[in-house]
């Protein structure tokens, strides 16, 4: 054998290790990962609930024959492995980031617009489910003997900030839907114009967070100034001043995503001189206080929740203004940020949101002498929510 024959099968003999080696190492790493999840998760207590997320998380769930016969076990165990998973949240975001690379514009639901703003799917428009909610509206409207009913039906960022929408999406015209709402209710009830009152608005994508689904308080403070006079307000009188509440909110389509690329302020828009001229009472936790904020909440991930700490089956404001005015507001999450601007100009405000309200309306009518009603909606939420026509 002469001496390239020798360096051809060195070489050779040198390429087959190595080509073996790559799959050693492989498995090696492959188990070593392993290893250093089952010792985080080891040493690392089980999660009961996730800021980023803002859900509560699966737990280890219990073991049982009639469990392990439906499936429903191993589906259970399976969601605990997948929330429980160690450094979740991290992994979350580097998925969404390596997806967002290869050009993917949605993530759990969640619309990945231009600038970083994030879009939530609208929903579907229901004739039926429409016609039910507008029946029953329109019943309570004739029944409940309230002189003053204002219905104001909020669009969602999709409608007022196409122009952020990935390129090709296209929604449904929320401004026809609420006409096609309006038309269904009654006469007496004066509706809000909302597509007309913030079409006027210059920067309109300021009228919502970049991360979070809901208007922000500057667009609710343009409402109210628009809708004042339906309301039987005088507020020509009163200094509103806004306060930044936090400068690093991230909502819940940041928290539904995994993206968390620039972060939201969030404000608060207050009566002057309105300190201590109110009390909050809430009938879910049974607790009283002297502010509609919890600031509290900004410490958490859903800073929102600023406002009232979160939502509530009923509250009640009892304010020092003795003029006999009480206000009854049927709600989503979108009015918490505008309820506070309402404060000066009421002796009551009854607040509910029929998603978790399970009293009686009629004892509510009765306890109040209501000379204002305001039902006041995200447009997607009106269209999923039956449980406001269980309510009425």
């Keep these: 054998m002469d001496k390239n024959e020798i360096s051809e099968n060195t070489g050779s003999k040198r390429c087959q290790k190595k080509f073996l080696l790559w799959p050693v190492l492989s498995l090696i790493t492959f188990f070593a990962v392993l290893a250093a999840?089952?010792?985080?998760?080891?040493?690392?207590?089980?999660?009961?609930?996730?800021?980023?997320?803002?859900?509560?998380?699966?737990?280890?769930?219990?073991?049982?024959?009639?469990?392990?016969?439906?499936?429903?076990?191993?589906?259970?165990?399976?969601?605990?492995?997948?929330?429980?998973?160690?450094?979740?949240?991290?992994?979350?975001?580097?998925?969404?980031?390596?997806?967002?690379?290869?050009?993917?514009?949605e993530q759990n639901g969640v619309f990945i617009g231009k600038d970083g703003m994030l879009f939530e799917d609208q929903s579907k428009y229901d004739a039926q489910k429409v016609k039910s909610t507008t029946e029953a509206l329109t019943r309570f409207s004739e029944q409940c003997?309230?002189?003053?009913?204002?219905?104001?039906?909020?669009?969602?960022?999709?409608?007022?900030?196409?122009?952020?929408?990935?390129?090709?999406?296209?929604?449904?015209?929320?401004?026809?839907?609420?006409?096609?709402?309006?038309?269904?209710?009654?006469?007496?009830?004066?509706?809000?114009?909302?597509?007309k009152m913030f079409s006027g608005v210059e920067d309109k994508e300021n009228l919502y967070y970049k991360t979070d689904h809901h208007w922000t308080t500057r667009a609710a403070k343009t409402a109210f100034d628009f809708a004042a006079a339906e309301l039987g307000i005088d507020a020509s009188k009163t200094e509103f001043e806004f306060h930044t509440l936090s400068n690093n909110f991230y909502g819940?389509?940041?928290?539904?995503?995994?993206?968390?690329?620039?972060?939201?302020?969030?404000?608060?828009c207050i009566p002057k001189n309105s300190a201590g001229q109110y009390v909050v009472n809430n009938a879910d936790t049974?607790?009283?206080?002297?502010?509609?904020?919890?600031?509290?909440?900004?410490?958490?991930?859903?800073?929102?929740?600023?406002?009232?700490?979160?939502?509530?089956?009923?509250?009640?404001?009892?304010?020092?203004?003795?003029?006999?005015?009480?206000?009854?507001?049927?709600?989503?999450?979108?009015?918490?940020?505008?309820?506070?601007?309402?404060?000066?100009f009421y002796q009551n405000i009854v607040i509910i949101d029929a998603?978790?309200?399970?009293?009686?309306?009629?004892?509510?009518?009765?306890?109040y002498k209501f000379t204002d009603l305001l039902v006041l909606y995200n447009v997607n939420t009106f269209l999923e929510d039956t449980s406001l026509k269980d309510i009425l």
Excluded: W
Excluded at 40 to 67: G, M, V, Y
Excluded at 252 to 268: C, H, M, N, R, V
Excluded at 294 to 318: M, P
């Design 37 to 105: 999840l089952l010792v985080c998760k080891i040493i690392t207590d089980d999660r009961q609930f996730s800021q980023n997320e803002n859900r509560s998380l699966e737990q280890r769930p219990e073991i049982s024959l009639a469990a392990i016969k439906s499936g429903d076990f191993m589906s259970r165990f399976g969601t605990y492995l997948s929330d429980q998973f160690p450094l979740r949240d991290r992994a979350v975001y580097f998925k969404s980031a390596v997806e967002r690379s290869l050009g993917k514009t």
């Design 145 to 195: 003997k309230i002189k003053n009913q204002v219905f104001m039906l909020v669009p969602d960022s999709t409608y007022f900030v196409k122009e952020k929408l990935p390129t090709f999406l296209g929604f449904e015209s929320q401004a026809e839907q609420i006409k096609q709402i309006h038309n269904l209710l009654p006469e007496n009830m004066k509706k809000i114009d909302t597509v």
């Design 252 to 268: 819940t389509l940041a928290s539904s995503s995994g993206i968390y690329d620039s972060p939201d302020k969030i404000e608060a």
């Design 286 to 344: 049974k607790s009283k206080a002297p502010s509609v904020f919890q600031l509290s909440k900004l410490r958490l991930a859903n800073k929102y929740e600023v406002f009232f700490g979160g939502n509530f089956s009923r509250i009640t404001i009892s304010t020092a203004n003795l003029n006999h005015k009480n206000l009854l507001i049927l709600k989503d999450s979108y009015a918490n940020c505008f309820i506070p601007m309402l404060t000066p």
């Design 355 to 367: 998603r978790y309200f399970t009293d009686n309306m009629k004892d509510i009518l009765s306890d």
